[in-house]
């Protein structure tokens, strides 16, 4: 079993940062590929950004392409993603999840209880 707990969110002005973190319980942490989802309130969850175990492949949405960037510390079992420039369209409650396979669909293994990020306009 894999713990996840995701950290950072708050409220920030558009055109602000954030740095959410999520950090793992698992030994094995530096085997699993790490994926960023959010779900922002009345819509269905969507992926965000994602990272291989060696950090070799990372994948993002094209609505967060060049704003967000994700990357991952093996030797602290935690996963970070760099949020620039948000939008009040980043509104949403933001996941981490962990799966063996590195993926842009939602059907990762396990998953963070999520980090609530708001931007004022």
């Given at each position: 079993?894999?713990?996840?707990?995701?950290s950072?969110?708050?409220?920030v002005q558009?055109?602000?940062?954030l740095?959410l973190?999520?950090?793992a319980s698992?030994?094995t942490?530096?085997?699993?590929?790490?994926?960023?989802?959010?779900?922002a309130?009345?819509?269905?969850?969507?992926?965000?950004?994602?990272i291989?175990w060696s950090s070799?492949?990372?994948?993002?949405?094209?609505?967060?392409?060049?704003?967000?960037?994700?990357s991952?510390?093996?030797?602290?079992n935690?996963?970070?993603?760099?949020m620039?420039?948000l939008?009040?369209?980043?509104?949403?409650?933001?996941?981490?999840?962990?799966?063996?396979?590195?993926?842009?669909?939602?059907?990762?293994?396990?998953?963070?209880?999520g980090?609530?990020?708001?931007i004022?306009?």
């Open positions: 079993q894999v713990r996840l707990v995701e950072g969110g708050g409220l558009a055109g602000g940062s740095r973190s999520c950090a698992a030994g942490f530096n085997r699993f590929a790490m994926g960023w989802f959010r779900q309130p009345g819509k269905e969850r969507e992926f965000v950004a994602a291989s070799s492949t990372s994948y993002y949405a094209d609505s967060v392409k060049g704003r967000f960037t994700i991952r510390e093996n030797a602290k935690t996963v970070f993603l760099q620039n420039s939008k009040p369209e980043d509104t949403a409650v933001y996941y981490c999840a962990a799966d063996w396979k590195l993926s842009r669909t939602g059907d990762y293994d396990y998953w963070g209880q980090t609530q990020v708001t004022s306009s």
